[in-house]
């Protein structure tokens, strides 16, 4: 039975990856500090090969016993998040980054990093592809995931060609679905608890920005396979299905048939104006492409926050 740590399993994506992992059979170590991860999100796995543990992987970072995989997703993902934990978001992606490879490194375990499309920064190549370098603001709001990340994916970079470490990277487009918090700033849990409470949509400007929205089904599956495959470089994970915030809000409008107008607000610095992943890559290293529509991932999550509201 292989042996696996997640870090930052508690949260919205390592929960899931949590399960899926122990569905193909593997020993899960879930290690999570819990600032915006919950145990909510792993109380119903009842598995004897599941163990959780309360800790902040930027300290020294050990496991007892062997360990054949390591999957870094410890780190705030959301504007509030990082905004309200800068200093812990940039030491997550750094000395948590660090101390992780130091434990694959120590185990020879294989490591896999939770990158992100914000590497991207406001992009001025779209779709975006592998090879783009991005357009980061380094000091701005943004600037402490951002860099956090990109920092964390030269790191991970480092480890591979100079420890010869067996590493991958996987850059997360906008993903969505169950046990997404419902006030943690992102667009689809915003509108959608906005919708059911009968709240009118804020949109910020005028809405036209676009991204590509994932369902975390089809993200988790991709993971996996980026995991079990010799490819070592950067590779993006998300749906090109571009919706405008807008449309989006139009089709939560449609689908929950509430009765609340879309208002507008200011614009947030640095939010990015596209975002939309060219995933020519995974379709050829992994043989991987998203399998839920979006109008078809976005009724299972409201089904969810129904529930949850």
């Known amino acids: 039975m292989p042996r696996t740590l997640v870090t930052g399993g508690a949260g919205f994506l390592g929960s899931h990856l949590c399960e899926y992992l122990l569905q193909k059979g593997h020993e899960v170590i879930c290690m999570d500090n ?21 800790y902040n992987v930027t300290n020294y970072v050990y496991v007892d016993g062997p360990l054949d995989y390591v999957f870094h997703f410890a780190s705030p993902a959301s504007p509030i998040d990082y905004q309200e934990y800068p200093i812990q978001t940039l030491k997550v992606g750094s000395l948590g980054t660090h101390k992780t490879l130091g434990l694959a490194m120590e185990k020879g375990s ?9 590497v991207y920064g406001d992009p001025l190549v779209h779709p975006q592809t592998e090879d783009y370098w991005g357009n980061v603001n380094p000091i701005g709001i943004r600037g402490v995931y951002d860099e956090a990340k990109r920092f964390a994916e030269a ?9 010869k470490l067996d590493t991958r990277i996987v850059r997360i487009f906008n993903t969505f679905g169950p046990r997404m918090r419902l006030y943690d700033g992102r667009a689809v849990p915003t509108l959608m608890r906005q919708a059911l409470k009968g709240e009118d949509l804020t949109v910020f400007g005028q809405g036209s920005q676009t991204r590509s929205f994932c369902y975390v089904d089809d993200l988790i599956e991709g993971i996996y396979r980026l995991m079990m495959s010799d490819y070592s470089n950067p590779v993006n994970l998300g749906n090109t299905e571009e919706l405008s915030i807008l449309e989006l809000a139009h089709l939560i409008v449609k689908l929950t048939d509430c009765k609340t107008k879309i208002i507008h607000q200011p614009l947030p610095d640095d939010d990015p104006k596209v975002r939309k992943p060219d995933i020519s ?19 299972k999550t409201l089904e969810w926050v129904k529930r949850i509201i």
């Not at 294989?110 to 914000?118: G, I, M, V």
């Not at 890559?281 to 979006?294: D, G, I, M, T, Y």
């Open 34 to 54: 819990l600032i915006t991860g919950r145990v909510g999100n792993i109380a119903h796995i009842r598995n004897k090969s599941f163990t959780f543990i309360n």
């Open 110 to 118: 294989r490591y896999l990093l939770a990158s992100t499309s914000e």
């Open 155 to 163: 790191m991970v970079m480092a480890y591979h060609r100079y420890h």
């Open 281 to 299: 890559r995974a379709k050829a290293v992994l043989s991987w492409q998203p399998k839920v529509r979006v109008a078809e991932g976005m009724q």
